[in-house]
């Protein structure tokens, strides 16, 4: 049985391992499987293994190594066993402690004043941890604050920015619909002034034809005369 997880240490789904160790969830379970085939011991709720800290370092090792799955999962079994044992004889050690504890009232209360100065200096940390997690929880709640106001002020700014392009576009389009009906009111102008010339010069054209025929009558009537004249004197 495990001895080396420490009072209150923290425990990690494989979801969370894989996701410090960078690998994918079923290459975690591969990883575990390869290290209780060698005789890594997990700490198991029923068949899920529970990983800490120091199983994780072990995952990391095997991610990392440069040799083989099962060389290095029993390098690693050794270094659990020899982390165990470490554990077992402080576990021993500390109970001989308390069979050791001095009979004498004197030397008896000064260790109680001992413990109880570890007990005053624990409850201080405890205090300072927290008033530290009270103002970490109002930090990040002001940061929370900050980024709703900024991300609203964000929203804003892309709405009216939007708005402003949709604007400009509009003008743009109405702009050019009017560019493009005066173009097409100077050009129907301007084929009805063409037309208007072709329609003078038309009638020049029939005005100067009809003179010209009214001349060459008018000559051919003359050569008539002097030629009756001339007939006449020739007689």
Known sequence: ??????????????????????????????YGQILERNGYEFLKDGDRRIFVKSDIQALIALRDTANSLDDTAKDLVDLQKERLKESNETEIAVS????????????????????????????????????????????VSRLQQDHHVISSSIGNSAQKTNAKIEKLTEQQKHHYKTLLQQEKQKSELLQKEIQNMRDEQKREWSSQSDFNKRLEEAIQKRNGKWG????????
């Open 1 to 30: 049985m495990r001895r080396d997880i420490q009072p209150n240490e923290r425990a990690f789904s494989s979801k969370e391992v894989a996701e410090a160790v960078g690998i994918a969830t079923p290459t975690v379970r591969k």
């Open 96 to 139: 001989d402690t308390y069979e050791e504890l001095p009979h004498d009232p004197n030397q008896l209360k000064e260790a109680l004043m001992i413990l109880f100065k570890e007990l005053a200096a624990t409850r201080e940390m405890n205090v300072q941890l927290t008033n530290d997690m009270s103002q970490l929880k109002t930090t």
């Open 228 to 235: 009756k004249l001339f007939s006449i004197f020739g007689k």
